[in-house]
């Protein structure tokens, strides 16, 4: 390969932008038509969940496929301190999920990372047995 048949930086730079662009445009044209699809779709569900729930049916089977109505329960909370105490008063660890807070960690790290080699002003340990997944991505910006 030649130098030649190299691009420049601000070439990439412009291809990126354009397909970027390229690829906005076709995405806005599919969310319009999924919008779409989707409205209508809910519109079959809402029929056939007024239909289930009036005639107390759990499920419907027809040529097509079955229809199933189930009740979905999402749950939450108000009051965090006072769910924690009942967790541990009933035992009920199963009822959390664990996963870390991504973006309150990665500021610990960063904190961390700045305090390294000044062990004793360092206000926080990263804690044994964390594992992370770094990588560098590439981000134009239009002129």
Same mark, same amino acid.
């Given at each position: 390969m030649t130098e030649e048949s190299i691009p420049t930086h601000d070439q990439l730079a412009g291809a990126i932008v354009k397909l970027r662009d390229e690829i906005k445009r076709i995405q806005k044209e599919a969310d319009k038509k999924i919008a779409k699809l989707q409205e209508d !779709? %809910? !519109?079959? %569900?809402? $029929?056939?969940?007024? $239909?289930c729930i009036k005639n107390k049916s759990k499920s419907i089977s027809t040529e097509n496929g079955t229809i199933m109505c189930r009740l979905v329960r999402k749950v939450g909370t108000t009051d965090w301190p006072a769910f924690y105490a009942w967790v541990v008063e009933n035992d009920a660890f199963d009822c959390l999920e664990k996963r870390i807070k991504q973006s309150t960690m990665n500021q610990l790290i960063e904190e961390h990372e700045e305090w390294e080699g000044e062990?004793? !002003?360092? =206000? /926080? %340990? /990263? =804690?044994?047995?964390?594992?992370t997944n770094s990588e560098y991505k590439i981000v134009v910006r239009r002129s």
């Amino acid at each position: 390969m030649t130098e030649e048949s190299i691009p420049t930086h601000d070439q990439l730079a412009g291809a990126i932008v354009k397909l970027r662009d390229e690829i906005k445009r076709i995405q806005k044209e599919a969310d319009k038509k999924i919008a779409k699809l989707q409205e209508d !779709k %809910e !519109k079959m %569900e809402s $029929y056939l969940r007024d $239909y289930c729930i009036k005639n107390k049916s759990k499920s419907i089977s027809t040529e097509n496929g079955t229809i199933m109505c189930r009740l979905v329960r999402k749950v939450g909370t108000t009051d965090w301190p006072a769910f924690y105490a009942w967790v541990v008063e009933n035992d009920a660890f199963d009822c959390l999920e664990k996963r870390i807070k991504q973006s309150t960690m990665n500021q610990l790290i960063e904190e961390h990372e700045e305090w390294e080699g000044e062990k004793s !002003k360092n =206000p /926080i %340990e /990263i =804690p044994d047995g964390l594992v992370t997944n770094s990588e560098y991505k590439i981000v134009v910006r239009r002129s």
